[in-house]
């Protein structure tokens, strides 16, 4: 009985493991992201089968492994056992969490099953989930000094701390600097600036046939960033070197602490903007860019947690604005009635059709969750909040269930700006530490969608299913086969 209960404890925790992964359709939708875990587990059962039947001295061992893992994957359900009181409803099963990746609309469904708060488990880590932005503002606020950041690996070798995940007193310096020095991002010539930029990358797409646009978006990203951060201009050396150094910066994962060389080219990217900045002193660029606007907001700035955190949101905003282009496009290329329509329409009357298609873009494609680590325990609306739990405010799924607004999961053309007042819109967040480039966002989807408008028309190909990395924090996007043909009216 006892090598039984041994071998079952070697063989099955692995084997189950394994197939979490690599059953369909985490294959297809992850790629190497769970084939690689997949085949882990997999060996690992095929080597303790094989030490097995081939070496019983090692039993004991691989019995003990097998337990090791089973610990990992009840985690949550541990931690959950020795919480004080009542937590809320819901599963923190290993493989319910996991298989939740792969389906876009598990939390709505969960939402649906359990009500307004209900836990779940991300790899093993118990999440309180709550949906409706009246419910989620109320908890963000009433208990704003028990609820703490879920920081990323990366922030940890900042200086300073990344901006969204610093404490009280740094966030209330540094968060009020840069809101000033972000907000009203935008001037005539600025709009003329980013306007040419997707008007000649949207005309040269045209010519290049059916094409991926995943690369090309991701760089008119970076290069509108450039000039809307740092004031970098067309064939400026300076502006030219950063973005190469960038490119290469900005593969490395924000999940994963920073390495050596990370922080070398970390140091070089700072000893350009130091150069730019003393050129912006002497020569200020039209627009003025953040970087400028600091050092006007206080003489002492920008300081090297200031420079640090520009890098890094560079980085993270390009990724971010690049996905919202592709669903911006994808929306253009599958609402064909409301291209359409925007596509005649007068200058006036067409900018608030655009800024409609945008937020409504925004409300169901790009917004998705805010995460907050619960510092210390507390009780909200009947359900114990136990130290050490995430807690994710789902505002995709509040989007998209918004009792006021009417068909809230179609999309429409909302040109009644109050359709997206607080009530039930959120896309960049709701507290203190909602975004701040809202304006720097803006600008850039305005401008690709100005160009759009301009009579190019969008067939799309191989858009769905829907993609996304294999995080519980990734956001959703277009299938990376994704490729579209761009055609000009004549």
Aim: with cysteine.
């Amino acid at each position: 009985m006892l090598i039984l209960a041994a071998m079952l404890f070697a063989l099955v925790p692995p084997s189950w493991a394994a197939l979490v992964f690599l059953l369909p359709p985490f294959p297809g939708l992850f790629g190497r992201q769970a084939v690689l875990p997949g085949l882990f587990f997999a060996l690992w059962a095929g080597v303790a089968a094989a030490l097995w039947a081939f070496y019983p001295v090692l039993h004991g061992t691989m019995a003990l492994a097998g337990a090791g893992l089973i610990l990992v994957l009840i985690r949550g359900q541990l931690i959950a056992s020795v919480a004080q009181g009542s937590v809320p409803p819901g599963s923190l099963s290993f493989a319910k969490g996991v298989r939740a990746l792969a389906r876009r609309d598990f939390y709505q469904r969960e939402f649906g099953r359990y009500g307004p708060i209900f836990k779940s488990s991300q790899f093993g880590a118990p999440v309180i989930c709550v949906a409706g932005l009246e419910r989620i503002c109320q908890l963000l606020r009433t208990h704003a000094d028990q609820l703490g950041p879920s920081p990323l690996a990366f922030s940890q070798g900042l200086q300073g701390n990344f901006l969204r995940y610093m404490n009280s007193e740094a966030h209330s310096f540094y968060g009020g600097l840069f809101r000033r020095a972000m907000v009203g991002q935008s001037s005539p010539a600025l709009d003329v600036c980013l306007h040419e930029k997707a008007q000649s990358m949207l005309v040269g797409l045209s010519r290049r046939g059916c094409i991926s646009v995943n690369a090309l978006l991701h760089q008119f990203s970076q290069e509108c960033l450039d000039v809307m951060l740092f004031g970098f201009t067309a064939n400026d050396a300076i502006g030219q070197r950063f973005a190469e150094l960038s490119e290469g910066f900005g593969r490395s994962s924000i999940g994963r602490v920073m390495s050596g060389s990370d922080r070398m080219q970390l140091n070089q990217l700072i000893r350009l903007l130091d150069i730019q900045l003393s050129r912006l002193r002497s020569n200020p660029a039209p627009g003025q860019p953040v970087l400028l606007k600091l050092l006007h907001l206080d003489s002492t700035m920008p300081d090297r947690v200031c420079l640090e955190n520009l890098v890094f949101m560079r980085k993270i905003a390009a990724s971010d604005i690049a996905s919202l282009l592709l669903w911006l496009l994808y929306h253009w290329g599958m609402q064909t009635e409301i291209s359409a329509q925007i596509q005649p329409m007068e200058a006036a009357q067409k900018a608030m059709a655009l800024d409609a298609f945008l937020a409504e873009t925004l409300r169901l494609s790009q917004s998705e969750y805010i995460y907050r680590c619960v510092d210390q325990e507390f009780n909200f609306e009947g359900f114990v909040f136990p130290r050490g739990w995430l807690v994710r405010c789902c505002i995709w799924e509040t989007h998209r269930s918004a009792r006021e607004l009417p068909g809230p999961s179609e999309f429409r053309l909302r040109l009644n700006r109050s359709s997206y007042d607080n009530g039930h819109y959120a896309p960049f967040g709701v507290d203190r530490h909602a975004c701040n480039g809202v304006d720097l966002c803006n600008a850039i989807s305005r401008a690709f969608l100005k160009a759009l408008s301009n009579g190019i028309s969008v067939e799309l190909k191989h858009s769905e299913p829907f993609q996304r990395q294999m995080r519980h924090w990734s956001h959703w996007g277009p299938n990376r086969a994704m490729t579209a043909l761009l055609t000009l009216s004549s």
